[in-house]
């Protein structure tokens, strides 16, 4: 019996991930080089340590550095996001699981900071009983370390939950702790390969929680 649900955030509740690449890309153009969809994905849903190290190896003996090519690139993203809503069926599934019983929480590698920003903005920061970011533990995902502290903190068992999730590194990181898992890709992760989860759809309009909960048990 499925007592909680732990949403993923960045491009699960809210497409930051297309528009981080789409701002990368842009940066990198004005300098004339290559930014590619294969490298961004490796970082989607973990940390940034392969963006850095192409970014560095991309712009040795230049006249900028890595900090100057992510600083325009937030800049950048920071404008891209203001006319982003929130994915399609987020509210509706925060609701239904609120209706239903059931806890509901939050597992994110990105920092307290930027998630709350955006839930704040959102106005959907009160659903989530737990918030757990990328610098309450030592490794972010696709480590389970994440999903684990959200289930201690719920007070439930992994096989009681199911995990939403957008990236590959995000599902080996809810299948790693035990949890069910359902994939909902945005735009930048749909041609991924997820090696292992429980149900796909393509956004949460195209079913409704109790649905999902329903094909699950």
């Known amino acids: 019996m499925i007592k909680a649900v732990v949403f993923d955030f960045d491009g699960l509740i809210i497409d930051t991930e297309t528009v981080w690449y789409e ?15 294969e490298l961004f994905v490796k970082c989607v849903g973990t940390d940034d340590s392969v963006l850095n190290q192409y970014i560095d190896e991309k712009v040795a003996g230049m006249q900028i550095g890595r900090d100057d090519i992510k600083r ?31 806890k509901i929480g ?9 998630v709350e920003f955006f839930l704040n903005k959102l106005h959907i920061k009160e659903y989530f009983e737990v918030i757990s970011t990328g610098d309450q533990v030592e490794r972010v995902k696709p480590d389970p370390a994440l999903y684990l ?4 903190h719920l007070d439930v068992a992994a096989d009681e939950s199911v995990a939403f999730e957008d990236s ?43 649905q999902v ?3 699950l048990n």
């Not at 502290?149 to 201690?152: A, C, S, V």
């Open 23 to 37: 701002s990368y890309k842009e940066v990198f153009e004005t300098y004339h080089l290559e930014f590619h969809w």
């Open 72 to 102: 325009q690139a937030k800049d950048l993203h920071t404008v891209k996001m203001k006319a982003i809503p929130m994915r399609d069926g987020v509210r509706d599934y925060l609701n239904d699981a609120r209706s239903m019983g059931l």
């Open 106 to 114: 939050l597992a994110s590698s990105s920092s307290r900071e930027w």
């Open 149 to 152: 502290r959200t289930l201690e």
């Open 168 to 210: 590959a590194n995000g599902a080996k990181a809810a299948t790693r702790a035990g949890l069910k898992c359902v994939i909902v890709p945005n735009e930048l992760t749909q041609f991924l390969t997820f090696e292992k989860y429980d149900l796909r759809i393509s956004s949460m309009s195209e079913m409704s929680l109790e």
């Open 213 to 215: 909960i329903q094909r």
